[in-house]
């Protein structure tokens, strides 16, 4: 009898072990990584000036400056990048553009910088998508996947979300990749066709807390398909 219980509980604990990734569910995993990235629930508050640094294979480095006032609906962002620079100063539905510190540009240099108030609210999506992650996973028209997997990636395991949003919002498939014991965020990956591995995969690397909110210090940015190095980001607190 002795035998048998302990057999049964040795076998508990290896089904445990083996089906933790089952035990919780796609929402709890979700509550818990932005309990840990958001303890105090300041993102859909924030008020925050933070600066992000782009490297990219054969491009001069871009600096880019954000400023973000969700209660005034404010979304302010200064490029420099090689001899230019540019701005985008969106409040609500306004939005003014400079280049160089001046309102006046020709048609040439507004398409040779991509200048137009469609771009400006592109980087302001952008932006507040990738480091409102992963408070932004409970925004409308996200279907997180009910079942959370188990990924290796790079050695490491991790619990896995999967998501895809409402046509209407967005096409890709993305993976969202936590710290099985800690809930941090480590890695996320989208495609735009998964049977064909197309796409990226982000790594993130160290934290940054701004406002209380730990985002990704860094983020480095790869092809699916071949490992294909494009760049990456490093975010600071203070703009300098």
Request: aromatic share 14%; with cysteine; net charge negative.
């Amino acid at each position: 009898m002795k035998r048998y219980c302990f057999a049964l509980l040795v076998f508990g604990l290896l089904s445990a072990a083996s089906g933790y990734s089952q035990s919780v569910s796609a929402e709890e995993v979700l509550e818990k990584a932005i309990a840990f990235h958001d303890p105090n629930g300041n993102w859909q508050s924030l008020q925050a000036t933070f600066k992000v640094v782009m490297e990219t294979p054969n491009s001069p480095e871009r600096i880019s400056v954000i400023q973000l006032d969700f209660p005034k609906q404010e979304f302010n962002l200064d490029v420099s990048q090689g001899d230019h620079t540019y701005s985008y100063q969106i409040q609500d539905t306004s939005c003014e553009i400079t280049l160089n510190g001046s309102k006046e540009y020709t048609q040439k240099e507004a398409e040779q910088f991509k200048l137009s108030c469609e771009r400006g609210n592109f980087m302001k999506d952008y932006y507040t998508y990738l480091y409102g992650l992963p408070m932004k996973l409970n925004d409308p028209g996200t279907n997180l996947d009910p079942k959370t997997e188990k990924k290796t990636f790079e050695g490491k395991d991790y619990l896995a979300l999967k998501v895809t949003y409402d046509a209407e919002i967005g096409k890709d498939t993305w993976y969202f990749y936590f710290d099985p014991t800690t809930y941090a965020m480590e890695v996320y990956q989208f495609y735009h066709d998964e049977n064909k591995n197309d796409g990226e995969y982000i790594i993130l690397k160290g934290l940054e807390t701004i406002e209380g909110i730990k985002m990704p210090k860094t983020r480095a940015w790869y092809m699916n398909k071949d490992d294909k190095y494009l760049g990456t980001d490093t975010l600071s607190k203070e703009a300098q």
